[in-house]
């Protein structure tokens, strides 16, 4: 993939018909067409239109070359583990590694992964694990931002060990995270710090460092969901101080699966729920209960690469690298064109952060609300216009109660991908503007 990159300049990324090519760095640009190419489902039409995905805060579409890592797994390396035959040394040496490319996308070590069926049930059998070191009274903060799969586990694994749970608030004004708040939370009782790299129901992006040097200034955890952060920029652990990271392929291009990296010493000192006869090594499967999809696996890796494909280094991470820098720059555009052609709507009222001053600290997801509609109503009408995008609270509860929403039927979300042409992005405008 690394074809998907020229030396050229668009002089006007948002006009309608112009190529989609949008400038990053100082020389290089990413070929949003080269990168369509390889996603067959970005040609489908809807009523002889061409069908616009702006649901990709919810699961983005697929390329070609995943669903062919599967089928290769299924088809031609479809054993159990630790074997003598060649099916089964086959399966060994896939998922030894779909343990590096998880360490190398996340920043971390390949010891340091596990994997389950999604991030839900991870953060649940983690919660689970790391609460039995706890003492009754011990502390757990959550946010406002956060997915309900980083707050619902605590306050079960609080009910079942006496532990206390605390929320820390979000601005209401702009839908940043309060570190004020935050930080008058924490005490010598907290254990955990739990929050989002990025909020999946209006983009914001919290300081991740600065939160994980909270959380350690008292003796707890860093505990990030990074779902929706990874498939806008690039995940890493170490670098963000954290203590435990996760995140599901299906947000970022590839198959339905929960990523765990845990730091080291906490994933092989945890106590953890397995069989007496499963291995203990490497760290991070002794959380791996049963036998995991070797398939979704194979898929994730080849995501990994697909990814890395867009990139330039001689490294996989240096290729990660160098291809979200081109992602990030692409999004932005995205982000600027969009807001400029909205921001004037009088019907649309947005949540979360609108200054594009500080649109470094969002992603390119957008919530909003339209004036007299119903969001129900307004997705099926964007459907019928052969568009895609969610409504509800997108299970970012805690942020819907906060922002009143959650009593009116949510807000409508949309966001903006690498594969996202500035053309759709112009109808997207376009549509929103009848609205009113």
Not at 244 to 272: E, M, N, Q
């Amino acid at each position: 993939m690394q074809g998907a990159f020229q030396t050229w300049m668009d002089p006007s990324p948002t006009t309608p018909g112009m190529k989609s090519e949008v400038e990053y760095g100082s020389d290089m640009s990413i070929d949003v067409g080269a990168v369509r190419n390889q996603f067959p489902s970005l040609a489908r039409t809807i009523d002889g239109q061409p069908f616009a995905f702006f649901d990709g805060p919810g699961g983005s579409q697929v390329p070609t070359v995943v669903a062919d890592a599967m089928t290769h797994s299924l088809l031609h390396a479809n054993a159990n583990c630790g074997g003598a035959f060649a099916t089964s040394i086959e399966s060994d040496a896939a998922i030894d590694e779909s343990r590096q490319a998880a360490a190398d996308f996340t920043g971390s070590k390949a010891d340091e992964i596990a994997f389950s069926a999604n991030t839900t049930t991870l953060q649940y059998l983690l919660a689970h694990a790391v609460a039995r070191t706890f003492e009754p009274g011990d502390e757990i903060i959550t946010t406002e931002l956060d997915h309900d799969s980083n707050v619902s586990q605590w306050l079960q694994v609080a009910a079942d060990h006496n532990l206390v749970v605390h929320q820390a608030r979000l601005h209401r004004t702009d839908g940043t995270l309060d570190l004020h708040h935050l930080e008058s939370l924490l005490s010598p009782k907290t254990k955990i710090v739990a929050f989002t790299l990025a909020s999946n129901h209006m983009g914001t992006v919290p300081p991740a460092k600065e939160i994980a040097r909270h959380a350690h200034s008292v003796g707890a955890l860093a505990w990030a969901d990074g779902v929706h952060y990874a498939p806008h920029r690039l995940l890493d652990r170490e670098a963000m101080g954290l203590d435990v990271l996760l995140t599901s392929p299906y947000k970022w291009f590839g198959p339905h699966l929960g990523i765990a990296s845990i730091r080291h010493d906490l994933a092989a000192s945890w106590p953890a729920n397995r069989v007496r006869p499963a291995d203990e090594t490497p760290a991070g499967h002794r959380f791996e209960t049963g036998t995991q999809s070797h398939e979704a696996m194979a898929g994730m890796t080849a995501a990994v690469d697909y990814l890395a494909g867009l990139g330039t280094g001689s490294t996989r991470r240096e290729r990660l690298t160098s291809a979200y820098e081109a992602i990030r720059a692409h999004e932005d555009v995205l982000t600027h064109q969009f807001w400029d052609g909205v921001s004037g709507m009088d019907h649309l009222h947005f949540y979360g952060i609108t200054d594009p001053k500080q649109f470094g600290d969002r992603v390119s997801t957008f919530s909003f609300t339209v004036e007299g509609a119903h969001p129900t109503e307004v997705a099926q009408r964007l459907a019928q216009r052969g568009m895609a995008v969610w409504d509800g609270n997108f299970y970012a509860l805690s942020a819907s109660l906060a922002l009143g929403l959650e009593e009116h039927g949510g807000a409508i979300r949309v966001g903006f991908l690498h594969y996202t042409t500035p053309e759709e992005v112009d109808r997207l405008i376009g549509a929103l503007g009848e609205l009113g």
